[in-house]
């Protein structure tokens, strides 16, 4: 059975300050990962994905997030927080071979300040 | 392209009711995924569909079902709502089964009362 933690259901950041959501996953076979983004009344939309090759991922608006095999962990960062990133952050993870059945985090309600 | 559409967005139903729900992927998509939404149980995963056949499936009553028409378009079907259905129930299209990203529609919000 596949699992993710989220830590941290509100972060809070300051426009400029460094954005880091955290994701563990438990999975007994190697997984392919995903973080997804949601705006209030809307749909998850795709910030980036891991299946296999390069450990660090770069998605959309800036967001890369790396796959640490040893420490389980897929932790989702951007350098710069800007207004717009205020939203809902859910990781997700499926087993390798298949992007159909997701297993998705409690979420991470992300917060930008002025 | 035009992405995941689902109808309608907005539903009010009476315990007791069933309601259909509709998703149309993106075109050239073949294989649909269901989840539902709420604050409670966060996103759970339904079911999927794979030219017209059923290819996994999550642990929800048999009251909830679906379907996959030779255009890739899906339905789902809840018998006997109870309120416990009240959620964002989201359908999500991919190229083909298990091998490419999903992407999501914005959901239909079922308000069972």
């Known amino acids: 059975a596949q699992s993710v933690t989220q830590l941290g259901s509100h972060v809070s950041v300051s426009e400029g300050a460094l954005v880091l959501l955290r994701c563990n996953y438990s999975?007994?076979?190697?997984?392919?990962l995903f973080w997804y983004v949601q705006y209030p009344n809307q749909g998850l939309q795709l910030l980036l994905k891991?299946?296999?090759?390069?450990?660090l991922v770069k998605g959309i608006n800036g967001f890369e997030a790396e796959f640490k095999k040893s420490e389980t962990s897929f932790h989702l960062t951007k350098p710069s927080a800007h207004m717009s990133d205020a939203a809902e952050y859910f990781c997700?993870?499926?087993?390798?071979?298949?992007?159909?059945?997701?297993?998705f985090g409690t979420g991470t309600r992300l917060q930008v300040t002025l | 392209k035009a992405g995941v559409t689902q109808t309608p967005r907005y539903l009010i139903k009476t315990r007791g009711q069933q309601v259909t729900l509709s998703c149309s992927p993106i075109?050239?998509?073949?294989?649909v995924s269901w989840y539902q939404q709420t604050p409670g149980q966060g996103l759970q995963f339904l079911f999927e569909?794979?030219?017209?056949?059923?290819?996994n499936k999550g642990n929800f009553p048999g009251r909830f079902s679906g379907r996959q028409f030779s255009n890739s378009r899906s339905e789902m079907n809840v018998s006997t709502l109870e309120l416990g259905d009240s959620a964002l129930y989201l359908c999500?299209?991919?190229?083909?089964?298990?091998?490419?990203?999903?992407?999501f529609g914005p959901g239909t919000r079922l308000t069972v009362t």
């Open positions: 999975s007994s076979v190697p997984p392919y």
């Open positions: 997700a993870v499926s087993p390798t071979g298949t992007a159909s059945k997701l297993t």
């Open positions: 891991y299946t296999t090759g390069a450990t």
């Open positions: 999500a299209s991919s190229l083909e089964s298990g091998r490419r990203e999903q992407y």
């Open positions: 075109s050239g998509h073949r294989s």
């Open positions: 569909y794979f030219s017209e056949t059923q290819r």
